[in-house]
């Protein structure tokens, strides 16, 4: 089946960094890319989509500025946490569609910001 | 290793009753998600289990068993709307999110 893998699966960083979060379809070109944020025992909620080549469509209350995301290519999308604080700590997965077609999962990464 | 099953494909009729079941295998438990997905389109959370038993919500019922490492989604009065993919993924002891294939549902009239 296809496969997103998602890197890295956990990462630490100090409060006023950035960190970078790398999505990408292993086998498969994704037309679309989906960021998601969870917090513990809380739904999954959809951060912003993003199609190859324009610009990521972001739901409303999330900040454009401070999630950066970029799908340069295809098979690569990055979601780029700028200057975070200890609130961004979560758990961060994104996905991959293939057109109209269902969309594959990355296993998701941690972030905890001390 | 890690593992969710649940069925590839599930038809039912329109106005029924259907299970979709779930089994899981994982490192630790933090907690079983079920996600409703129409095609092109995000995920949408149902429900969320992390103590054994039937949580309502409408039409929709999630049960769980953590000693028999199983759960299902019910879905009752069967409406068009509902045919969509359905994902059961479990969050482990590292609260990583494991994930089902998905069961593809198909309601037919």
């Known amino acids: 089946g296809a496969v997103v893998s998602q890197h890295p699966s956990w990462v630490i960083c100090k409060s006023g960094t950035s960190v970078k979060i790398e999505c990408r379809s292993l086998?498969?070109?994704?037309?679309?890319m989906f960021w998601y944020r969870q917090f513990p025992k809380q739904s999954l909620m959809l951060m912003a989509t993003?199609?190859?080549?324009?610009?990521?469509?972001?739901e409303q209350g999330v900040e454009k500025d401070k999630f950066l995301i970029n799908h340069a290519s295809l098979t690569l999308s990055t979601l780029t946490v700028t200057s975070a604080h200890p609130e961004d700590s979560s758990f961060y997965i994104c996905?991959?569609?293939?057109?109209?077609?269902?969309?594959?999962f990355g296993q998701g990464t941690r972030l905890t910001v001390v | 290793g890690q593992n969710i099953d649940q069925p590839t494909e599930m038809t039912a009729t329109e106005g029924a009753i259907v299970q979709i079941n779930c089994t899981y295998q994982?490192?630790?438990?933090?907690?079983l998600f079920w996600y409703q997905q129409h095609a092109g389109e995000a995920p949408t959370f149902l429900s969320y289990?992390?103590l054994d038993g039937l949580e309502e919500k409408g039409r929709f019922s999630s049960f769980l068993s953590r000693s028999k490492g199983y759960s299902y989604l019910l879905l009752k009065e069967l409406q068009m709307k509902d045919s969509a993919s359905y994902l059961c993924?479990?969050?482990?002891?590292?609260?990583?999110?494991?994930w089902g294939a998905g069961t593809k549902l198909i309601i037919k009239p």
């Open positions: 996905s991959a569609s293939i057109g109209t077609t269902e969309a594959f």
């Open positions: 086998d498969f070109q994704a037309t679309t």
């Open positions: 993003s199609n190859e080549g324009s610009k990521a469509t972001y």
């Open positions: 994982t490192s630790g438990f933090n907690g």
């Open positions: 289990n992390v």
């Open positions: 993924a479990v969050l482990d002891s590292n609260y990583q999110l494991i």
